[in-house]
């Protein structure tokens, strides 16, 4: 869910302008699911931009704020958002800690790292939702762990509805800053992308498996 349209559209055209998020309906990327995509999202980029990574770590922040109050920590999904998790809790002057995808093998075999307490309330960071599932697993290590998750913030959605179906039978409130509307909005107006371009994104959308077969 977008909490704020204007952050939308202006988060948009500096993921834009930093390549963070790059569109190529012609040259198609191939993501590691074998999926084709006329797009492709690295939002990690956003660390080397400070004047960008300021504006996403505040309004992040300040959507928590609005949303949760303060919660006891905030958690980063290792490894996407531990930059920018722990640019928000630094902000808030909250502790932080990050959640692996899963435990490790060896020393302490922990799958969250930072020190984390029984009871505590989490808001979770993500860089970037795709179907929701490493994020939701995230989710799961925190509540095993006997956490209260209040929700999750990410900076970009590509609003699947598989993703939507994930978050709401898991029951866990999700909200970006950005999301795909909101990028091609910003990219037919800045004229990144041609009304053709954006007619063959909105159809990857919603059909990204079978798109291009």
Not at 103 to 114: C, D
Not at 122 to 147: C, R
Request: glycine share 6%; hydrophobic share 40%; with cysteine.
């Amino acid at each position: 869910m977008i909490l704020d349209k204007e952050t939308a559209r202006k988060t948009a055209e500096l993921l834009l302008q930093i390549k963070a998020i790059k569109l190529e309906p012609q040259q198609p990327f191939t993501w590691a699911s074998g999926w084709k995509s006329p797009i492709y999202c690295d939002n990690r980029v956003v660390l080397s931009y400070p004047p960008i990574r300021n504006f996403i770590r505040e309004n992040l922040a300040k959507q928590i704020e609005a949303l949760y109050g303060k919660a006891d920590v905030i958690a980063g999904v290792a490894t996407g958002a531990i930059g920018i998790g722990m640019l928000v809790a630094e902000y808030m002057g909250l502790p932080f800690a990050y959640v692996r995808p899963e435990a490790k093998s060896h020393g302490r075999k922990n799958q969250i790292e930072g020190h984390v307490e029984e009871g505590q309330t989490v808001v979770v960071i993500e860089d970037l939702i795709s179907t929701g599932k490493s994020s939701l697993n995230a989710v799961n290590a925190l509540k095993e762990a006997n956490l209260h998750v209040k929700g999750m913030l990410a900076i970009f959605s590509y609003g699947f509805e598989e993703a939507e179906s994930n978050f709401k039978n898991a029951k866990i409130e999700l909200h970006t800053l950005s999301d795909y509307a909101y990028l091609i909005e910003v990219a037919q107006k800045t004229n990144y992308i041609n009304q053709s371009e954006a007619e063959m994104l909105q159809m990857w959308r919603e059909d990204p498996e079978n798109w291009k077969k």
